[in-house]
């Protein structure tokens, strides 16, 4: 009788592990994304009050996101080289996600101050519908994932008895 308890706790813990899988890629692209709104945030306070250069801002940002991190090293090491194209990674961003990303890495930095403020106003009303748009992935398929991972687990633990 234990085993049979062990099998269908196992065949559960794997299924929930699984939708815990599922729930971290929405929540990683939630992340990313209430990343890039916080720049966006940081970079228009910044050149409305400190007027400092735009990589400087963005070396200092503490991001959430390990790729939007590597996406900011790949801006500053193009903005040092200056010549070539900005190539960013695009990891797991949705092709949307991913232009509107290197639209605003080429646009910042590129024009004066008064300009710059109203492209990163544009860029982050678009990215806060971005991030609206994750959150309630999060919220809706997120935890769905997890329930019914653990559902299936319980079920195939169920089946095999």
Same mark, same amino acid.
């Given at each position: ?27 990683? #692209? ?15 306070? #910044? ?23 590597? #996406? ?27 232009? #509107? ?61």
């Amino acid at each position: 009788m234990s085993t049979k308890l062990l099998i269908v706790f196992l065949c559960a813990a794997v299924g929930t592990v699984a939708g815990l899988a599922v729930m971290k890629r929405y929540k990683r #692209n939630f992340l990313y994304l209430d990343g890039v709104c916080s720049v966006i945030s940081e970079l228009k306070r #910044n050149m409305s009050y400190r007027r400092d250069d735009a990589v400087s801002v963005l070396k200092r940002c503490e991001v959430p996101s390990a790729h939007l991190k590597k #996406n900011i090293d790949e801006y500053i090491a193009f903005a040092a080289a200056k010549d070539g194209k900005l190539s960013l990674s695009r990891g797991f961003l949705s092709s949307a996600e991913y232009a #509107n990303v290197c639209a605003l890495f080429e646009t910042v930095g590129g024009s004066g101050g008064a300009v710059q403020a109203s492209e990163l106003d544009g860029f982050g009303t678009v990215f806060t519908e971005h991030k609206t748009a994750a959150a309630d992935k999060l919220k809706k398929y997120g935890t769905a994932a997890v329930k019914l991972g653990f559902l299936f687990g319980l079920a195939v633990g169920i089946l095999t008895l």
